[in-house]
């Protein structure tokens, strides 16, 4: 993408917040449906719709109407008044830590998986900030393998006794990498998810996704760099061609048959389970339409806060 003009400190009139000032709100708002204080580079990183640099942000927490509605502590953004989800996010850290260090194991091994292309944490453990037990994975794998690349690390799960915790809940193939959900919820989620493994996979998965670059302009001028750091994903492909030889587009066809009507079952039409033949979205509790909706009460109620 093109190099982003940073937008200038200009100090909003009297009781007219600038695009700016509205930009932190939202986003730190949006944190708040979590509980989740951010430090000034995860806000800058994250920041809604306005491109602008960390003096910037650092300029925009002094304006009076930010700080009569944020503030900040041992360097953490947060509303007024929520100063306690700091030690929260404290606890929340090490029970995440403790939690991926037990499926750090099984994590190399999906890394190392034939046909992964990438893998990445979503939801609380993504943020360091994970309330429950669950790891949530988002995977890309190869063209036409994602049934039974899914069917495997179930197995696979399941016999190193983590099937309720590892949670593969959205897996797409190489010809899926555009996202049909184009919305704030979804865009949060790519800028959210910490991968793990995968560096060419997660620079065509974002840039697939290019949508969601004016709601995260931040973002989307720096996730080179976060992607230059990742090793690669997947077996040697040596590997792959003598499995592709030996069976994998019949293992594909068998497992869509057989996880296909297991999932069906378990889902029973849930709005958030698309079980399409490259792409499994396994969210049988669908946040979206919830957290939505509770960010637009949300903002609406901060931005009338005096």
């Known amino acids: 993408m093109s190099a982003t003009r940073e937008i200038p400190f200009v100090a909003g009139a009297a009781g007219s917040p600038s695009e700016a000032e509205q930009a932190i709100l939202r986003t730190v708002t949006y944190a708040g449906l979590f509980r989740f204080p951010m430090t000034l580079a995860q806000l800058r990183r994250g ?31 947060h509303p007024r008044g929520c100063q306690e989800w700091v030690r929260l996010l404290g606890e929340r850290r090490e029970h995440t830590r403790r939690l991926v260090d037990r499926h750090r194991r099984v994590l190399r091994m999906v890394a190392a998986f034939p046909f992964v292309r990438l893998v990445a944490l979503s939801g609380g453990c993504a943020h360091d900030n994970a309330v429950d037990d669950d790891v949530d994975v988002f995977l890309i794998v190869k063209r036409g393998r994602a049934w039974a690349v899914s069917l495997a690390l179930m197995v696979l799960s399941k016999l190193l006794g983590v099937r309720r915790t590892l949670c593969l809940n959205y897996v797409v193939d ?22 793990l493994a995968g560096r060419g996979a997660y620079r065509r998965f974002v840039a697939a996704n290019d949508w969601a670059g004016p709601l995260f302009p931040n973002f989307f001028e720096s996730y080179e760099s976060e992607a230059a750091a990742l090793p690669e994903a997947g077996a040697p492909r040596w590997l792959e061609k003598i499995l592709e030889l030996g069976g994998a587009p019949f293992v594909e066809a068998v497992a869509r048959r057989l996880l296909g009507a297991h999932l069906e079952r378990k889902a029973r039409s849930a709005p958030g389970v698309v079980l399409a033949p490259h792409r499994l979205k396994l969210h049988t509790q669908d946040h979206r339409p919830r957290l939505m909706g509770l960010f637009s009460s949300a903002l609406a109620q901060v931005e009338d806060d005096a």
């Open 47 to 77: 920041l809604m719709h306005v491109p602008l640099d960390l003096a910037g942000v650092r300029q925009r927490l002094d304006a009076p109407f930010l700080r009569r509605r944020l503030a900040t502590t041992d360097g953490f953004v």
């Open 174 to 195: 190489e010809d899926a990498l555009d996202l049909p959900e184009r919305d704030l919820f979804t865009g949060a989620e790519i800028v959210g998810m910490k991968p």
